[in-house]
C-alpha cells in the first residue's frame, strides 16, 4: 500500500509513517506499535476505556406494531462511559435492539445488516425513549430510522438501521 499524504505541516507523508507496512508483516522506520511503549498515564487512561456496559436488559415497550416500536430506559450508572456521560455503544445497541424489535413484529426474522449512528448531545441521568419506525420495506430488507430523546424530548441521536429479512416466523 504506497500513498502519499501532506501532513499538518506540509511535509509529505507516506503510508509507511501511517504503520502501513505492520500490516505486511514488515518493521515500519521509527514506529514501534505495543501497550508497554506508552507512558504509564497514557496506559491506565487506555484501560480505563475497556468497560462492562449495561442496562440494555432494563427497556421497557411503551409501543409496539409492524414496523414501529417505542422503548424506554433509565440512563444508569451501568450505562455510562468513563466521561459519565451514556456510553455511545449503549445507545447504538438500543436503536438496534429497536429496530430489530420493529422489524421482528412484521412476524420476519431479522439481522442488522447496517447501522449508522448520530450522536447529537450527551445525557447523564434520567429516562430516554428510543422510537424506531421503518421507511422502507423491500423484499430482503427493512430500513428503520431510530430517534432518541431524553425527558425534555431533546434529541440525544439518531441512527439508520437496515435489517436483513429472514423467513416468516
Given at each position: ?62 409501543e ?7 422503548l ?47 450522536f ?50
Open positions: 500500500m504506497n500513498f502519499k499524504l501532506e501532513g499538518l505541516r506540509g511535509e509529505k507523508l507516506s503510508g509507511e509513517e501511517f504503520g502501513v507496512s505492520e500490516l505486511r508483516g514488515e518493521k515500519s522506520k521509527g514506529m514501534e506499535l505495543g501497550f508497554e511503549k506508552f507512558r504509564p498515564e497514557i496506559q491506565e487512561g487506555l484501560r480505563r476505556h475497556v468497560q462492562a456496559i449495561g442496562g440494555l436488559e432494563k427497556a421497557e415497550i411503551l409496539i406494531a409492524p414496523g414501529h416500536v417505542k424506554a430506559i433509565e440512563v444508569l450508572p451501568e450505562c455510562l462511559n468513563l466521561y459519565g456521560n451514556a456510553h455511545g455503544g449503549f445507545l447504538f445497541s438500543l436503536c438496534d435492539m429497536a429496530a430489530g424489535m420493529s422489524t421482528y413484529a412484521y412476524q420476519i426474522l431479522n439481522v442488522t445488516q447496517a447501522g449508522n449512528i448520530q447529537l448531545r450527551g445525557v447523564s441521568a434520567g429516562r430516554i425513549c428510543v422510537e424506531s419506525n421503518a421507511v422502507h420495506k423491500g423484499r430482503k430488507t427493512v430500513v428503520n430510522q431510530v430517534q432518541i430523546t431524553d425527558e425534555q424530548n431533546r434529541l440525544i441521536a439518531t441512527a439508520t438501521m437496515t435489517m436483513f429479512l429472514g423467513d416468516a416466523v
